[in-house]
């Protein structure tokens, strides 16, 4: 049961903008592992000033898992807020007790069946697409060639060839991590995200949004053609019609740490998907970077074929493509930040 209502959420202005230019951002996928880079001073927003980090204390209280739907709710929100809870609950189950997901793996198997029976649950049309992926080097780690597989979700009855927007996340991790950043974090902001704008009650979304856990974003050998497999596969399966009704696209993708929120294209994309986004942040009060310079995640696909997207995510953490990305490295605060960005965006 999908709200179809289009809707223009009525937004607060927060007061203090907080979007601030330098991002320190590494890729999700890389080429290599000793190639993790430092953090990169980048090309600055030309619409964000400057700034100060805010407090790493939210003052908003938490929610429930039970959002209301109070449409005074929220901090400007006017509707049901995320929840917390219910994403740090989608990182225990893929990073806990599912663990390492790596394309074509068993487990990578069982997280698409959770994210499918999820997303139906919510009431959304869930196809998958199959593709294949090839042997090669995964972060140090051999892997076989195989198949892979996108859950996409769409709104009931969803004309794909007029305009909706995208939202994705890609659901594998390389061989060696459980992957509780990279990126159950930015598959359980998918999932909560797919929820609000799947209520019946309150605002829905301000276009029709397709959600997709992708796999195969990480790489299998080094270079552009091999990485991003599921996000690749995806685009070159829409037709020229299709493609021209995909209106923008968002791939989060390590959302969950740093306190304030990456916000980037890879240089090639119109820049109005990542400004909408760096200006919701600052109305709603939400501590935001942005650049120009991230090819590392599924956005990347969508750019390269003259979708305007953006990539959420990306802070640089100690555990990245390690066992060590376990449960806990993801914080609330962040993963709600980068919610109720997302929500936002989506609602407008
Ligand atoms: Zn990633």
């Keep these: 049961m999908l709200g179809r209502r289009s809707h223009r959420a009525s937004l607060v202005a927060a007061g203090v903008v907080t979007v601030a230019v330098l991002a320190a951002l590494t890729g999700c996928t890389g080429s290599g592992p ?3 880079p430092a953090a990169t001073a980048t090309r600055s927003a030309p619409s964000a000033p400057a700034s ?47 663990g390492p997901r790596e394309a074509t793996s068993a487990a990578f198997a069982r997280a698409a069946d959770v994210v499918q029976r999820r997303l139906q649950a919510y ?19 051999p892997v076989e060639a195989g198949t892979s597989v996108n859950v996409v979700a769409s709104p009931p009855g969803l004309d794909p060839t007029r305009p909706h927007r995208i939202v994705g996340a890609h659901l594998d991790t390389v061989p060696q991590a459980p992957g509780a950043e990279d990126n159950a974090s930015g598959v359980a902001v998918l999932l909560e995200t797919a929820r609000l704008a799947a209520r019946p009650t309150g605002p829905g979304p301000a276009r029709p949004t397709t959600f997709i856990a992708f796999g195969a974003e990480e790489p299998r050998g080094e270079g552009d053609a091999l990485h991003h497999f599921g996000s690749t596969a995806h685009v070159r399966r829409l037709s020229a019609a299709q493609l021209g009704a995909v209106s923008g696209m968002v791939s989060l993708d390590r959302v969950g740490v740093g306190t304030s929120v990456p916000v980037c294209t890879g240089g090639l994309s119109p820049l109005r998907v990542r400004d909408d986004l760096l200006a919701i942040a600052g109305r709603e009060g939400i501590a935001a970077t942005g650049c ?11 750019e390269k074929a003259g979708v305007a997207a953006a990539r959420i995510g990306g802070t640089s953490y100690a555990e990245y493509h390690s066992a060590a990305d376990r449960v806990g490295v993801p914080v609330r605060a962040q993963l709600r930040r980068v919610a109720e960005l997302a929500w936002v965006w989506v609602r407008r």
């Design 34 to 36: 000793a190639s993790e």
């Design 292 to 302: 120009t310079d991230n090819t590392a995640s599924d956005h990347w696909s969508y």
């Design 123 to 141: 009431g959304y049309e869930v196809t998958r697409q199959r593709f294949a992926v090839p042997a090669g080097n995964s972060w140090g780690v």
């Design 52 to 98: 100060t980090e805010p407090p790493s204390v939210d003052p908003r209280p938490e929610t429930t898992g039970t959002p209301s739907t109070d449409p005074s709710a929220g901090a400007g929100f006017g509707g049901p807020r995320v929840s917390p809870d219910a994403m740090l609950a989608t990182v225990r189950l893929l990073a806990g007790r599912i």
